[in-house]
């Protein structure tokens, strides 16, 4: 007989039982989600899109004339101070991405080309005509994107006054006093009185921030919050106090220090006077 060995062939494997059907991928979880994302950032993109250039003010594209004047100009009178590609030297900024609504407000209120270093750019008469003032800007706004000249419908001062008050009093009346004629700062710097700025400016300098001033983007305050400030300042500049002298309007701390020095001051001296002439 012959001995017996024992078998070395494996034991087959057993086989894997079939998918049921109608189970699906584990994958099929993560690509739906991925797919739902992407749809739903798709749709917010487009949304928030189209309603920030529905708040945006829109300017109607420069023509190539007028930004090949606009350079000319440039150079010949802004470029010794901030460079010849507007890049900015050592003693004046870059004005790229400053947009058209800074070249507007700094040139149109005079305030540039400076007449002097100091402080602060002072207001002064306006060097340039309308159409150069245009120019200058439309020239500015096409070496990057930035803040743009305002639409008419912000400026009309038909908003809600009431609103701009609270806004006003809140974000701007401790520079510019609560009636807006303005107020002194640190280093010979001052936040200048408002009346008889017109509401194309005002509007400008709340979105570009010059001088000392800060930035007001449209996050901050909404194209009709800034409508709102301007109606607002319209609305006292046309319409005098009608609680008489208004001492400059120089703010509640101004006028009731003038009270006590000078109607204390009053009371004592008739109060002195009457006993002298009793005795």
């Not at 920030?52 to 090949?68: K, L, N, R, T």
């Not at 270093?117 to 020239?139: H, I, W």
């Not at 305002?150 to 009431?162: C, H, R, S, T, V």
Request: with cysteine.
């Amino acid at each position: 007989m012959r001995p017996h060995t024992p078998s070395t062939a494996k034991p087959a494997r057993k086989a894997k039982p079939a998918r049921k059907a109608g189970r699906r991928h584990p994958l099929a979880t993560v690509a739906l989600l991925a797919i739902g994302l992407g749809l739903t950032g798709g749709a917010y993109a487009a949304f928030t899109t189209t309603t920030a250039s529905a708040d945006e003010p829109q300017v109607a594209a420069a023509s190539q004339s007028s930004v090949d004047e606009g350079k000319k100009l440039f150079q010949a009178n802004c470029a010794t101070c901030h460079g010849l590609d507007a890049q900015g030297t050592s003693v004046a900024p870059s004005l790229i991405g400053v947009g058209a609504a800074a070249v507007d407000f700094q040139v149109g209120t005079g305030r540039m080309p400076m007449q002097m270093q100091g402080p602060q750019a002072q207001e002064k008469p306006v060097q340039f005509t309308d159409d150069q003032v245009k120019a200058l800007a439309d020239y500015v706004a096409s070496l990057a994107p930035g803040p743009s000249i305002p639409e008419q419908k912000y400026l009309d001062g038909k908003g809600d006054a009431a609103h701009g008050a609270e806004l006003f009093r809140i974000n701007c009346a401790m520079c510019h006093n609560v009636a807006g004629a303005g107020g002194a700062l640190t280093e010979g710097k001052y936040a200048p009185p408002l009346t008889g700025v017109s509401a194309e400016h005002i509007y400008e300098a709340m979105v570009t921030g010059p001088q000392n001033m800060p930035v007001f983007n449209d996050l901050n305050i909404t194209p009709q919050g800034k409508a709102d400030i301007i109606t607002y300042l319209k609305y006292i500049q046309n319409n005098p106090s009608p609680g008489g002298f208004e001492l400059g309007n120089l703010g509640p701390v101004a006028e009731g220090l003038f009270l006590w020095i000078f109607g204390l001051g009053a009371i004592v001296a008739l109060t002195v006077w009457i006993t002298a002439k009793s005795n």
